[in-house]
């Protein structure tokens, strides 16, 4: 396991594919760790080296007191290039991995090459969806974490995807139980108050918008409106639910990655 020292504790990142090869970041969703993206891993290490993190208050990586916000999440981004001495990195995230980077896209694009975003929205949902939940969290504890492993498998794949592959849903959902429940709703405090609909604009990397048809956690809308709002952005939409990366397979690889490699 890798860590890396932040002022107020360790990031847990894990780093793959060639030394040489040009460095894709990729960072997960609320409830999840950085293995959400093992089924992109042998396709990305290809042609990248890819370095996954636990978004802090998931998985490995330090637990602070909350509330959170994106714009911290994004200098712990930072601070992770920073400490491995990287200048400039392809970024791509998912839900709030999303967030994150579009934060970075409007407040330190000059450290990106290109950036993509999934399954994410300027704004996602509204305090009265994010406030009920956190209680519930910091009320209940671990068990309020299985409880909401047991409600998402509807909202992250499509039902045919869970009957068909309940290993695969399984593995994710499984993520979400083994969440610290503080480190998990200091991070709904930083979805619930991320608001980048007035500043889209002001992203100037190459940026491809990923959506799920199936979403109803942050629709094909949300995706759109990134597109319409950011100069030159490309969309693709997939035929999946929040976590496209995991339904859509190979097809989410394949767009990704001919994203990347265009001139």
């Known amino acids: 396991m890798a860590f890396v020292h932040l002022a107020d504790g360790e990031l847990h990142y894990q780093i793959d594919g060639p030394d ?5 970041v990729l960072s997960n969703s609320l409830g999840t760790d950085l293995h959400m993206w093992d089924a992109q891993m042998p396709a990305f290490t290809e042609h990248f080296r890819v370095l996954r993190f636990d978004t802090r208050g998931h998985g490995r990586s330090l637990v602070t007191e909350g509330p959170y916000s994106i714009e911290q999440l994004g200098h712990d981004v930072l601070g992770l290039l920073d400490a491995l001495h990287i200048e400039r990195a392809h970024f791509c995230g998912l839900s709030m991995g999303g967030l994150i980077g579009q934060w970075l896209g409007i407040n330190a694009g000059h450290r990106l090459h290109k950036l993509i975003v999934c399954n994410t929205a300027a704004k996602i949902g509204d305090p009265s969806v994010w406030n009920p939940r956190i209680e519930t969290v910091l009320r209940d504890g671990p068990a309020a974490m299985v409880a909401l ?53 002001s992203i100037n990397v190459p940026l491809l918008v990923i959506a799920g048809s199936e979403d109803a956690v942050t629709p094909p809308s949300g995706g759109h409106f990134i597109r319409d709002h950011v100069r030159g952005a490309e ?12 339904q859509a397979g190979a097809g989410f690889s394949d767009r990704v990655l001919a994203f990347l490699q265009a001139q």
Request: glycine share 2%; with cysteine; aromatic share 12%.
């Open 235 to 246: 969309y693709a939409e997939f035929y999946a639910a929040h976590l496209s990366n995991v």
């Open 149 to 201: 492993r047991d409600a998402s498998i509807a909202r992250w794949f499509t039902p045919d995807f869970s009957a068909a592959h309940p290993a695969a849903a399984k593995k994710i959902t499984d993520m979400l139980a083994a969440t610290d429940p503080q480190g998990y709703a200091a991070n709904c405090a930083a979805v619930r108050d991320a608001d980048f609909r007035e500043q889209l604009a």
């Open 20 to 24: 040489d090869a040009p460095v894709l």
